[in-house]
């Protein structure tokens, strides 16, 4: 896949968007980052990555033992959210604390990063599912839903499907309901493929490109 193809649907992303890509315990969605975020340098976009509980680190090192080209990785400003291992360059650190996620102090360290449109892939979301109540989740998600609408970036959301699945009260179709595009990662005979799921949007419906 080139990054022309990936720019059929990354190009119709409006700014405020708060989109949610899922994929399986199966896919290879450490490739897809890697897409997303070349796909981002190779045009001179600003990029953020916020990086839950240590698994942007954990990502790259994937990547590098797989081979992939990193360069201009270890300078992307990184907002981390819990966690002990550093990966990029760290502008900020919230901690997870009681449970608990300052939002006000992550939009003030998110807000000075670039003036420009960002694109924001979060990832490791899927985690906090795992260790928050059922009050604090909802919590959660009623924070992310009010940065729907802020112009200043593009929020990619890449959860572990089956992981939100495994979270009874319905936290993940929630998420789902709150996200303004949601995009799946998902095995055909073509390959992995990169899928519109929901969208508001006739141009983005039935749009999709295979990765791998």
Do not use: C
């Not at 270890?74 to 291992?85: A, F, L, M, Q, T």
């Amino acid at each position: 896949m080139t990054n022309n193809e990936l720019d059929e649907i990354l190009s119709l992303l409006k700014p405020g968007e708060t989109v949610l890509i899922e994929y399986t315990q199966d896919s290879p969605y450490e490739l897809l980052l890697w897409l997303l975020v070349r796909w981002a340098l190779d045009r001179g976009r600003a990029v953020l990555v916020d990086d839950v509980l240590d698994t942007f680190p954990e990502v790259l090192a994937r990547l590098d033992v797989l081979g992939f080209d990193l360069s201009g990785f270890e300078d992307i400003p990184v907002v981390k959210i819990g966690g002990s291992r550093s990966a990029g360059r760290v502008i900020g650190t919230i901690d997870v604390d009681r449970h608990s996620i300052d939002f006000r102090y992550y939009e003030r360290i998110y807000s000075k990063v670039s003036n420009d449109l960002m694109l924001n892939p979060v990832l490791g979301f899927h985690k906090l599912f795992l260790v928050l109540t059922d009050k604090e989740l909802l919590r959660l998600i009623r924070n992310v839903a009010g940065f729907v609408g802020k112009k200043d970036r593009i929020a990619l959301y890449l959860v572990n499907s089956d992981v939100m699945a495994s979270k009874s009260g319905g936290f993940g179709a929630l998420f789902r309901e709150i996200a303004t595009t949601v995009l799946a990662l998902y095995p055909t005979e073509r390959g992995y493929v990169l899928g519109v799921v929901k969208t508001s949007r006739r141009e983005l419906l039935g749009k999709e490109v295979v990765i791998l």
